[in-house]
């Protein structure tokens, strides 16, 4: 039973929670409208360049067009049906497939190797740390261009330097069997800066007192790198591994500026038939379905390397 003394107060306590729950409401609705007035111009972008067409591209796979890009008739699966059962589309993505092997290996690779030799801070690492940087500074159209100069069959560089050391010339971009190589070759260079930087990053961010007592152990420089220094740079590993993937597989201005998808489709990756099939034969039903279908297997493929790769990265 309520004495007059509580039962005077109570209200006045509920009165003053009830207030102290507005205004708290009120502050996190305001601290919401803040941030997605910030988040807006970023929301907008997205909207208008990534998630409408994303949606036009599920729209148009299920749809015949003209050649104007205009919706026919609704045609289901039929597009997807017709895509995996085209040898043509297995053909690309063999292509691509040894594309990717050609490119994110040999890379990642070598831009390891170029960091672990000039993270320390020695003499004239500067400079060759800005030589190895420099290919992320050009695009891929400058990229391509150069080098398409050096692969030309009778003024590019290559071939004057086998003429003198007394070989055949090569077709680099003309031979089925040397294209796609060539073109790998090209591709790694140009990813190579930014990998570079990656990795020469994780491997700075190393604590120093580790490194040291790596040395007061007197451990070799096959235990140190290899139990020690590669799995404290793993996470830079694994973003690079992930970064390239994706890049590899969405490949197209070193395509289209140097082979066009030739010789004899020895460079016709699943990209680059996309654009044929939307953008030079107009037929955007069938190369929306081949851009989704691209997308599926990009986004299994992260899916699994987050579900089971992620499992050896070794975050500090």
Same mark, same amino acid.
């Given at each position: ?19 102290? @729950? ?126 398409? @100069? ?80 590669l799995p404290l740079v793993s996470p830079s590993l694994f973003f690079v591994t992930i970064i390239s993937l994706i890049g590899s597989f969405q490949a197209f201005g070193q395509f ?16 680059? @038939?996309?654009? @044929? ?22 986004l299994i493929l992260t899916v699994l390397q987050f579900r089971f790769v992620e499992r050896k990265v070794h975050y500090q």
């Amino acid at each position: 039973m309520m004495d007059g003394h509580t039962a005077g107060k109570r209200p006045a306590t509920v009165l003053n929670v009830s207030w102290k @729950q507005r205004l708290r409401i009120g502050r996190n609705a305001k601290e919401w409208l803040t941030a997605y007035g910030f988040l807006a111009p970023s929301l907008i972008l997205f909207a208008i360049f990534v998630f409408y067409p994303a949606i036009q591209s599920v729209y148009l796979s299920l749809h015949m067009t003209d050649p104007m890009g205009r919706v026919v008739r609704f045609v289901g699966l039929d597009n997807y049906i017709k895509l995996f059962t085209s040898q043509a589309f297995y053909d690309g993505l063999l292509v691509t497939l040894r594309f990717i092997l050609y490119t994110v290996p040999p890379t990642i690779l070598l831009a390891l190797l170029l960091a672990v030799l000039t993270h320390r801070a020695l003499a004239g690492m500067g400079l060759l740390r800005f030589v190895f940087s420099l290919p992320v500074a050009l695009s891929v159209g400058t990229t391509a261009v150069i080098w398409l @100069q050096l692969f030309h069959p009778s003024m590019g560089m290559f071939n004057q330097v086998l003429g003198w050391l007394g070989f055949d010339p090569v077709f680099w971009l003309a031979d089925p069997k040397q294209a796609l190589l060539s073109v790998s070759i090209m591709t790694v260079w140009m990813n190579l800066g930014f990998v570079y930087i990656v990795l020469l990053s994780g491997l700075q961010a190393i604590p120093q007192d580790i490194l040291d007592s790596v040395a007061v152990d007197g451990a070799g420089p096959l235990r140190k790198y290899g139990q020690i220094i590669l799995p404290l740079v793993s996470p830079s590993l694994f973003f690079v591994t992930i970064i390239s993937l994706i890049g590899s597989f969405q490949a197209f201005g070193q395509f289209h500026i140097l082979t066009k998808g030739g010789p004899m489709n020895a460079t016709n990756t699943i990209v680059y @038939q996309i654009y @044929q099939e939307a953008f030079v034969n107009y037929r955007f039903g069938t190369g929306s379905a081949q851009a989704l279908v691209l997308f599926a297997i990009i986004l299994i493929l992260t899916v699994l390397q987050f579900r089971f790769v992620e499992r050896k990265v070794h975050y500090q």
